[in-house]
């Protein structure tokens, strides 16, 4: 299986919207309406900082996302979200390469962290509602 990671750009935010929203409930007013405001959100991410989140593809297709929110004024990157909708792709790798590959531009200090003083670390808020076994051994197989 091979993993493509893109960063979100103005070309690929309804797939990163998309992402989130179950296909059953893709034309219900709620979801249709948190659409629309997430779209908003995430235009206004992009031109304040340029950044904010990654998609991985595989075929093309995006399969999952790691959404972040860099932190100048503490000098961290806080992972806000990583989620991958079909279990099916659970346990392939895809979650540790979004995660790798926002470690890997964080190591480098590449632009989008340029506007930091320096780098103190990345943190990663686990959900409360992840009760799953596999999130749950995702983010422990990622401190040890």
Not at 69 to 81: D, G, Q, S, T, Y
Not at 105 to 123: A, C
Request: proline share 3%; aromatic share 12%.
């Amino acid at each position: 299986m091979n993993i493509e990671i893109k960063d979100v750009k103005e070309e690929n935010i309804f797939d990163l919207i998309n992402l989130c929203i179950p296909v059953n409930k893709k034309n219900d007013f709620l979801f249709v309406e948190g659409f629309n405001k997430k779209l908003r959100w995430c235009k206004n991410v992009l031109n304040k900082y340029g950044f904010f989140a990654k998609i991985a593809y595989i075929n093309n297709e995006p399969k999952g996302l790691i959404q972040y929110l860099i932190k100048p004024e503490e000098n961290i990157v806080e992972i806000k979200c990583i989620f991958l909708p079909e279990e099916e792709f659970s346990r392939k790798g895809i979650g540790k390469s979004l995660l790798f590959s926002l470690m890997n531009d964080f190591k480098k200090n590449q632009t989008n962290f340029s506007i930091m003083k320096h780098q103190e670390g990345l943190l990663i808020f686990p959900l409360t509602y992840l009760v799953d076994i596999h999130k749950v051994n995702f983010l422990k197989d990622m401190v040890l």
